[in-house]
């Protein structure tokens, strides 16, 4: 099992920034596809931001020219940058890892959600 640990997220104010981490120390991160999710009340889960282990990235389109994925190999971490927050970026966010292929273990891992509320 792949171990993630989440930090960030929180309560903040529309037009605000939050920085969301996930860390992955026990893998080979380099190689790994990795990205986030979020899961809004009564709504089903869906990608918010991707990045391959090549550093392409794909965002859904609600939040282009908002939010930035990253990634640093060194830290074995990556980080979801959300910038001019709306209140429809209210949810839970999870990230994950892909795995380049089984050898390495699950095909993907989740970290454990972390809160997102936007509201005044």
Request: proline share 5%; net charge positive.
């Amino acid at each position: 099992q792949v171990q993630l640990v989440v930090s960030g997220g929180g309560l903040e104010q529309p037009g605000g920034s939050l920085t969301l981490s996930c860390a992955a120390p026990g893998i080979i991160f380099s190689i790994y596809a990795v990205g986030w999710h979020r899961q809004a009340p009564g709504k089903e889960r869906e990608l918010v931001a991707e990045i391959t282990s090549g550093v392409a990235t794909n965002y859904v389109d609600s939040v282009l020219g908002r939010f930035t994925i990253s990634r640093d190999n060194a830290k074995k971490t990556f980080y979801l940058r959300m910038n001019k927050l709306k209140p429809e970026d209210t949810a839970v966010y999870y990230c994950y890892v892909d795995a380049p292929n089984t050898w390495y273990g699950p095909a993907r891992s989740w970290g454990q959600g972390t809160q997102v509320t936007v509201s005044s």
